[in-house]
């Protein structure tokens, strides 16, 4: 089965004051855009970061909550967004709003940045949380997620079964693995590269995610605030993509595989263990050869 994929690409300034009227008018643009490309059956992605206010975890529909957006046209919606629950936790999610406008439980990002969103042993060094109280906000999730979904489209029902990854996640060889593992077949990154500014880093954010299809044998979807969005086949391929720092939509249809590749079953990360455990085992056998020479010189000298 296909399914259309529609990526939409605000581009909003990166605001070294924060300025929450950025935020705002980032999001009227993203609603402007989506009401114009999204059609009924489509999976709708926004990048992350995409709503400025936090919105409740525990949240179960976009009627209740207007944060999120809903159009009643039977698309899809995948927004990265900021979530709180009831403990003051933060953290940085993604939201899945359905064709009746119901929120299933986000995904919240695993490995948050240094520094950024958490500071490091500040949960074992309470004074380091201090330096920087604005960076440390966000509390990492525990486990992977895959939205289960049946849409309804031009050929009959199909499910889609979606596993997001947020930010630099999509750099992390074994996330995605995981989720294909755990039946995702569509892999689904949101992120927000406007911190590379005008460089060559969001087109190597880019390339290294395209490994990600690859290595699973999935179609890769990359929405981000300023580029590149994209989509990537499992050969990693670019089929579509909407041009950097500029505000647009991108429309594909993709195919829900759900073969498992020799990477995503059993080899993973063995080869580069491997390769470590030669090294670590050359290493020391040149040292001991070493040793060993450097002794029987001295036994030489010695008589």
């Given at each position: 089965p296909e399914q259309e994929i529609v990526v939409v690409q605000g581009s909003a300034p990166l605001s070294p004051a924060r300025d929450p009227e950025v935020g705002w008018r980032n999001l009227a643009r993203l609603h402007e855009m989506?009401?114009?490309?999204?059609?009924?059956?489509?999976?709708?992605?926004?990048?992350?970061?995409s709503v400025p206010v936090y919105v409740p975890v525990d949240a179960r529909s976009a009627a209740e909550e207007p944060a999120l957006p809903w159009y009643r046209d039977g698309s899809t919606m995948l927004v990265g967004a900021y979530a709180a629950d009831?403990?003051?936790?933060?953290?940085?999610?993604?939201?899945?709003?359905?064709?009746?406008?119901?929120?299933?439980?986000p995904y919240f990002k695993r490995v948050l940045i240094p520094f950024g969103e958490a500071i490091p042993f500040a949960d074992v060094v309470p004074w380091l949380g201090r330096l920087n109280a604005r960076a440390g906000v966000f509390t990492p999730g525990t486990e992977s997620r895959v939205f289960d979904l049946r849409?309804?489209?031009?050929?009959?029902?199909?499910?889609?079964?979606?596993?997001?990854?947020?930010?630099?996640?999509?750099?992390?060889?074994?996330?995605?693995r995981e989720a294909v593992q755990g039946g995702?077949?569509?892999?689904?990154?949101?992120?927000y590269d406007t911190w590379f500014g005008?460089?060559?880093?969001?087109a190597q954010h880019h390339l290294i995610a395209a490994f990600r299809a690859v290595e699973n044998g999935r179609y890769l979807v990359r929405a981000t605030n300023s580029g590149l969005s994209a989509v990537v086949d499992p050969l990693g391929r670019t089929v579509a993509s909407v041009p950097q720092f500029q505000p647009g939509t991108a429309t594909a249809r993709v195919r829900l595989l759900s073969g498992v590749t020799p990477y995503t079953g059993f080899v993973g990360d063995l080869p580069w263990w491997l390769l470590l455990t030669s090294a670590v085992t050359g290493a020391a056998a040149r040292r001991v050869q070493?040793?060993?020479?450097?002794?029987?010189?001295?036994?030489?000298v010695w008589g």
């Open positions: 989506t009401r114009r490309a999204s059609r009924p059956g489509a999976l709708v992605v926004w990048p992350e970061g009831h403990e003051g936790r933060r953290f940085n999610a993604a939201f899945q709003v359905g064709p009746d406008g119901r929120v299933e439980r849409l309804q489209g031009s050929t009959g029902p199909r499910s889609l079964r979606v596993a997001p990854l947020i930010c630099y996640e999509d750099t992390i060889p074994g996330l995605s995702a077949n569509l892999l689904v990154n949101l992120t005008r460089t060559v880093a969001p070493a040793a060993t020479v450097a002794s029987s010189s001295r036994r030489w």
